[in-house]
């Protein structure tokens, strides 16, 4: 198989992907990158998360992680509070809210997972998400 066949494939499975967790994700009224923001910032530390760190970890732009906080803040899904050491910082963490939305979207992403992985075994799925962390620094 040469790059190009490659590179196609790889778009192709990642339409796919991203269109079957965006339907999944309808019922809760949330995107894609607004759900990955969601995870990054429960994973982060107790006390929030920075834009920026937030910009990183999602490897966006700063921009876009304030547009997606934006739209989260009136669904109640996250709050901010200035950083105590840069007042001009914000630090960004869930609602409980926006922690019942993940957790009851996490049922049925673990679904989704079981199906489209049904063919594969444990060690598989293991190569392809250790392929796709080396895939993500490449450049």
């Known amino acids: 198989?040469?790059?190009?066949?490659?590179?196609?494939?790889?778009?192709?499975s990642?339409?796919?992907?991203?269109?079957?967790?965006?339907?999944?994700?309808d019922a809760s009224k949330i995107t894609?990158?607004?759900?990955l923001l969601l995870g990054v910032?429960?994973?982060?530390?107790?006390k929030g998360m920075t834009m920026s760190e937030i910009a990183q970890?999602?490897?966006?732009?700063?921009?876009?992680?304030?547009?997606?906080?934006?739209?989260?803040?009136?669904?109640?899904?996250?709050?901010?509070?200035s950083a105590s050491n840069d007042?001009?910082?914000?630090l960004?963490?869930?609602?409980?809210?926006?922690?019942?939305?993940?957790?009851?979207n996490k049922k049925l992403l673990d679904t989704a997972r079981g199906e489209i992985f049904a063919g594969a075994s444990e060690d598989e799925i293991k190569v392809y998400i250790k392929l796709l962390g080396d895939l993500s620094v490449i450049a």
Do not use: F
């Not at 198989?1 to 192709?12: Q, T, V």
């Not at 910032?41 to 107790?46: M, T």
């Not at 490897?59 to 906080?69: D, I, N, R």
């Open 87 to 90: 007042r001009r910082s914000r």
């Open 92 to 104: 960004v963490s869930l609602t409980s809210k926006g922690e019942l939305v993940l957790e009851e």
């Open 14 to 25: 990642d339409r796919a992907l991203r269109a079957k967790i965006a339907g999944l994700l």
């Open 41 to 46: 910032v429960a994973g982060g530390p107790s």
């Open 1 to 12: 198989m040469n790059m190009y066949e490659i590179c196609l494939l790889h778009a192709r």
């Open 32 to 35: 894609m990158m607004e759900w």
């Open 57 to 81: 970890s999602l490897h966006v732009t700063l921009p876009q992680v304030t547009a997606l906080v934006n739209k989260l803040l009136p669904l109640k899904l996250v709050k901010q509070k």
